[in-house]
């Protein structure tokens, strides 16, 4: 019979940590982080200077833009390389990549949790079309993010005749996962945890590489009386450490909300938003998403239209999704992206992108740092940091209709609505539409190839892609088309627009 699970300290259960190993971190932002476990594993490399040399691998962005999650574990020594989805909490992480002080990798996040699934069964890699022809492409840098990256971690394959990605597999050794309630024998259980995450692919190919899973719980229960609650097996767990409050937080933002872990029965409750650029935009965006579809919002802007959505009584009208797991509900923001208030279902991560892969996403509403001629859209690098690309990709690539919504111009703008009329009270100092992007996370020509339709909202203008570039379709009341083009960096292909609606412009 196997032994009960061994509960140990996190100072314990991170001294296992060999030297040289691959540590898979799972968590999304703050939900579902271990933070006692990187917490102790940075005390532990303070003190002793060991463990060295990791090879970190995550999917999700895990931190809060200061210090915790994986700026944990952002030591010159500590780690070696990273391989991640999204780097914009962790900017610790992002100073050592920056400084070319360790290896650093940036891959789509869906094809990262994917990834972990394929580590665990051995197989050869995840085949993909996702990140073709971007900056993650091997033909233009392969998601390397300095010059002391070099091994090359996706190729080129052709298959059937058709050229594919393959993103190669590599062993884990340590896994770090989090769960609510740990039983007897080890077994995990999510109660009061906002998502699933990937936990199950991190046990098992820790397990199947012969090395060890670290479990973060909450609580010991005597027994979790239904085996399908049971999301980990205790035959994947070598160490059960219970966390103090402090550091299992339901989310980074909050230390438990009720609303991430029960249903509503499609009930929505969102204060009205402001009247802004923002209102304007979210507006314009909803009359592109169609009664009885299945919709991604990214974070930022794009969130402005559930708001709207639920001002109008549309909200019932479509499902919304987070790349996380959460089905329906509304998307949380902020330090709590990542669950939803009141969603009807929650998937584990690597489920949810399969869906998405297949085209199961109706509309992606998502977020544009810069837009190009082609078509073509950065969200990854902007302003001397870098962000990395998150579940954006697998998003953009794969859904069947995109609405990007940025404003027209960024910094310090401000807008007016007279008399039904658009009114530029301060331009906004920087462009958004450039002649040509810093990094290509959205390829534009491909999408044209793909089929996929692709709008561009801002509160002045509507631009859609065509096979000679970027279209102007709307602008605002108020606004002479012609005033844009000294605005932007490159001439769209065709300037004949019509009004946008003026119900997006009504206080």
């Given amino acids: 019979m196997r032994a009960a699970a061994r509960v140990v300290s996190a100072a314990e259960a991170v001294a296992a940590i060999p030297d040289g190993a691959t540590l898979a971190v799972g968590g999304f932002v703050g939900a579902g982080h271990p933070e006692a476990l990187t917490s102790a594993l940075e005390q532990r490399f303070l003190r002793t200077r060991t463990p060295r040399d990791l090879t970190l ?27 991640g989805g999204h780097w914009n909490l962790a900017p610790k992480l992002g100073k050592l990549a920056l400084a070319n002080e360790i290896e650093a990798y940036n891959f789509p996040q869906g094809v990262v949790c994917v990834l972990l699934r394929e580590i665990a069964a051995k197989r050869p890699g995840v085949f993909t079309k996702v990140g073709m022809n971007t900056f993650i492409d091997p033909l233009h840098g392969g998601g390397r993010l300095n010059a002391r990256t070099t091994e090359p971690l996706v190729e080129r394959v052709t298959l059937d005749s058709e050229e594919w990605l393959r993103y190669r597999t590599f062993p884990v050794h340590v896994g770090f996962i989090r769960a609510t309630s740990a039983d007897g024998r080890g077994n995990l259980s999510m109660e009061r945890e906002g998502l699933i995450g990937e936990v199950l692919p991190i046990a098992q190919a820790a397990r199947n590489h012969g090395g060890i899973v670290i479990a973060q719980v909450e609580r010991i229960v005597d027994r979790i009386a239904d085996p399908k609650a049971v999301r980990v097996p205790g035959a994947l767990v070598d160490f059960v450490v219970v966390s103090e409050p402090e550091q299992h937080w339901q989310t980074f933002g909050e230390r438990f909300n009720e609303t991430f872990v029960t249903s509503a029965n499609g009930r929505c409750s969102l204060a009205p938003l402001a009247f802004s650029e923002r209102k304007i935009i ?70 949810q992108f399969d869906f998405y892969e297949g085209g199961g996403l109706d509309v992606g509403v998502l977020g544009a740092v810069e837009v190009d001629a082609e078509g073509s859209v950065n969200v990854s690098t902007f302003a001397g940091r870098f962000a990395g690309v998150g579940g954006f990709m697998n998003i953009a690539q794969n859904a069947k209709r995109v609405v ?51 709008l561009y909202v801002t509160e002045r203008a509507v631009f859609a892609l065509t096979r000679g570039g970027l279209e102007l379709r709307e602008v605002a009341p108020g606004i002479d088309a012609r005033s844009l083009l000294p605005l932007m960096e490159f001439v769209p292909a065709s300037i004949e627009p019509r009004a946008m609606s003026g119900h997006c412009f009504e206080p």
């Fill in 57 to 83: 691998l995550y999917a999700a962005g895990q931190g809060d833009r200061g210090e915790r999650g994986l700026n944990h574990l952002a030591h010159t020594g500590l780690v070696k390389r990273v391989i």
């Fill in 282 to 351: 979210g507006r314009r965006a909803l009359m592109e998403i169609r009664d009885g579809d299945i919709v991604n919002l990214g974070i930022g802007l794009p969130e402005a239209v559930a708001a709207v959505a639920a001002e109008t009584g549309r909200f019932d009208k479509f499902t919304l999704t987070v790349e996380s797991g959460p089905i329906g509900g509304v998307p949380a923001s902020g330090l709590s992206f990542g669950c939803a208030h009141h969603p009807e279902a929650v998937v584990d991560q690597p489920a």
């Fill in 404 to 454: 990007f919504c940025c404003t027209f111009r960024a910094g310090n703008l401000a807008v007016v609505v007279e008399d039904g009329a658009l009114r530029i009270v301060r331009e906004g100092q920087h462009a958004k539409f450039v002649r040509r992007v810093q990094q290509v996370c959205f390829h534009g020509p491909s999408a044209v190839a793909r089929g996929q339709e692709v």
